[in-house]
């Protein structure tokens, strides 16, 4: 973090200083977890459900930092003391941005797809400047302002992940990181069940168009009428991208390779060049496209867009993360999250694949979360999807996500293909006993839904 005094932190927290010396300087890092606490750091005590912050201001202390946000006094350790702890956190990475004039702040948002794009994006600015992105998906109002305080002067680029559950957190992410470029991925059904319709989805993940500082650029989906009409919600200039032939980043003669992976002809106005991606699945043509025109937005040529592209690797974890094994076996996790746009693209993935190795496919799918009312048909219709595609054998895990082997059990020539269980150790029981070399398996679910376990279980497995 860039210095900072104990008493212009108070100031902008609207905090009060507790057995600290106003003018000691925080030049460390900010950070919530004692155990990462360091000289000249910040130590943030946060409320938890199973344990609370404030027990651990002492050991923060003893580690060198210069102080800790608190909500009471706490004796023996310098504090900050304020009414609450998480807002105090986001007011301190608002003020730091605020001193950092030359940083230029990427915000996304979108309902699929956001970290996958964050990461691609990172990849393909990094090399013209120092940038800042957030690890895995810290998108919330705890990580938005922990990442924001990574920067420094050297720092370039901010990549921005946010996330909603309600109208307005957008609104408040932007106040911590106003973006310089605002970038709308989609409008999908993920949180329906928090905003219950798709409109409702669309109206919060506008805020972030609304939100573009003057002189910026809006990104904007050309192919998700939802997010094309948000235009209308900036004077700003909009670059979009897509498959539409309107789209200035546009994507044409998409096709899949024999281990999935995408590959297009891209065209940004006179240019056009050829994108080979190392990603699976050709929902990541739309992630790549994004990624370009915030590229274009930062002032990268198309040359240079191209071979950012055809380089990046996958960074996240469980993301279409394909792995060998050694028996023969492949799995496929994407375990980390689901929603129906990613559950249809990752299925259509697997069966490409599969389709170019002759191999037998399986899909291991558990719930998709936080979907409310329209949850049993949504799942329903993936289970009939996987019908409809071919897939070989299907494996669904979870009450919550039983539908999807009733609507697969329904939708006609299946016998003995669709297989539910209630748990975990019943799939992997059931995957040890019937896999066999050759076998490409699919793991897929919200990450509430636990799947990963199961992932990681078969990924471990060494079946000679």
Not at 109 to 132: F, N
Not at 279 to 287: A, P
Not at 409 to 431: K, Q, R
């Amino acid at each position: 973090m860039i210095p900072v005094s104990c008493g212009e932190i108070a100031d902008a927290v609207r905090g009060e200083l507790a057995g600290v010396d106003p003018s000691a300087v925080v030049d460390g890092a900010v950070v919530i977890d004692s155990r990462a606490a360091g000289p000249g750091g910040l130590f943030v005590a946060l409320p938890g459900e199973h344990v609370d912050g404030h027990d651990y201001v002492g050991t923060a202390t003893t580690a060198g930092v210069t102080a800790s946000l608190t909500t009471r006094p706490l004796d023996g350790s310098p504090c900050i003391v304020v009414d609450d702890a998480q807002r105090a956190l986001g007011d301190l990475a608002r003020l730091v941005v605020s001193r950092l004039p030359d940083l230029t702040v990427i915000g996304l948002t979108g309902s699929s797809g956001k970290t996958s794009t964050k990461d691609l994006i990172a990849q393909l600015i990094r090399p013209y400047g120092e940038t800042i992105a957030p690890e895995g998906s810290f998108n919330n109002e705890i990580g938005h302002p922990l990442t924001a305080l990574q920067a420094t002067e050297q720092t370039k680029y901010l990549v921005a992940e946010m996330g909603a559950r309600n109208n307005g957190d957008i609104t408040y992410l932007s106040s911590i990181t106003p973006p310089a470029i605002g970038l709308v991925l989609n409008v999908g059904t993920s949180h329906i069940g928090f905003f219950g319709t798709q409109d409702n989805i669309a109206v919060a993940k506008g805020e972030l168009i609304e939100a573009v500082t003057p002189g910026g650029i809006a990104v904007l989906n050309a192919d998700d009428h939802r997010v094309a009409a948000m235009r209308s919600r900036t004077k700003e200039r909009v670059l979009t991208f897509g498959e539409a032939p309107e789209a200035d980043v546009r994507a044409e003669g998409i096709k899949l390779d024999g281990e999935g992976r995408p590959s297009f002809t891209l065209h940004i106005g006179d240019f056009s060049g050829d994108v080979q991606l190392q990603f699976l699945g050709e929902h990541y043509v739309s992630n790549a496209l994004a990624s370009a025109a915030v590229g274009i937005a930062c002032g990268l040529t198309p040359d240079q867009l191209v071979a950012g592209l055809n380089s990046a690797t996958r960074v996240s974890e469980a993301r279409m993360a394909l792995t060998e094994r050694a028996d023969g076996v492949t799995i496929i996790n994407d375990a980390y999250n689901a929603n129906p746009d990613s559950m249809r693209a990752a299925l259509k993935a697997l069966v490409a694949i599969g389709r170019s190795r002759e191999a037998r496919t399986w899909a291991v799918l558990g719930e998709m979360l936080e979907l409310g009312d329209t949850s049993r048909d949504a799942h329903d219709a993936i289970g009939r999807l996987a019908v409809r595609l071919d897939v070989n054998r299907l494996v669904v895990v979870g009450a919550g996500a039983k539908p999807i082997h009733l609507g697969a059990s329904l939708e006609g020539s299946w016998g003995n293909e669709s297989m539910y269980v209630d748990t975990i150790p019943e799939a992997l029981e059931l995957l040890r006993s019937e896999l066999r070399p050759g076998d490409l398996v699919l793991v897929k679910s919200s990450k509430g839904s636990k799947l990963q376990s199961l992932a990681d279980a078969l990924v471990a497995e060494d079946v000679q």
